[in-house]
């Protein structure tokens, strides 16, 4: 995690040579996940990020630059973001129906 430098990485182990690789390093994203932050590898070659205690989810290609981020902010506190614990990028067929909530018609 790189405590002594405030920001983490991701590095990729390759299980037969050994060669370890920074898929982020060249990138402009910055983060910080001290413990529980997560990563999931998408087909198309991004990736998406969860950073428990920054409150936010972050897409970066695969150069590493960021695509989107979201910000869990915390109704009537400004700069203050909530605890996100965890993040999945479902593909678009992956409802059969669109969930709704019960009180809309």
Same mark, same amino acid.
């Given at each position: 995690n790189n405590t002594d430098r405030g920001r983490?990485?991701?590095?990729?182990?390759?299980p037969g040579t050994d060669e370890?690789?920074?898929p982020l390093h060249d990138g402009d994203l910055r &983060?910080?996940? %001290?413990?529980? #932050?997560?990563?999931q590898n998408l087909p198309d070659g991004q990736m998406l990020i969860t950073v428990p205690d920054e409150g936010r989810v972050v897409l970066v290609d695969s150069q590493g630059d960021l695509?989107?981020? &979201?910000?869990? %902010?915390?109704? #009537?506190?400004a700069g203050i973001q909530a605890h996100v614990s965890h993040a999945m990028w479902l593909p678009p067929a992956y409802f059969s129906r669109v969930p709704g909530c019960a009180h809309e018609s």
């Amino acid at each position: 995690n790189n405590t002594d430098r405030g920001r983490s990485e991701i590095l990729r182990i390759h299980p037969g040579t050994d060669e370890i690789t920074s898929p982020l390093h060249d990138g402009d994203l910055r &983060f910080y996940a %001290l413990a529980m #932050g997560k990563h999931q590898n998408l087909p198309d070659g991004q990736m998406l990020i969860t950073v428990p205690d920054e409150g936010r989810v972050v897409l970066v290609d695969s150069q590493g630059d960021l695509v989107a981020e &979201f910000n869990n %902010l915390v109704d #009537g506190l400004a700069g203050i973001q909530a605890h996100v614990s965890h993040a999945m990028w479902l593909p678009p067929a992956y409802f059969s129906r669109v969930p709704g909530c019960a009180h809309e018609s």
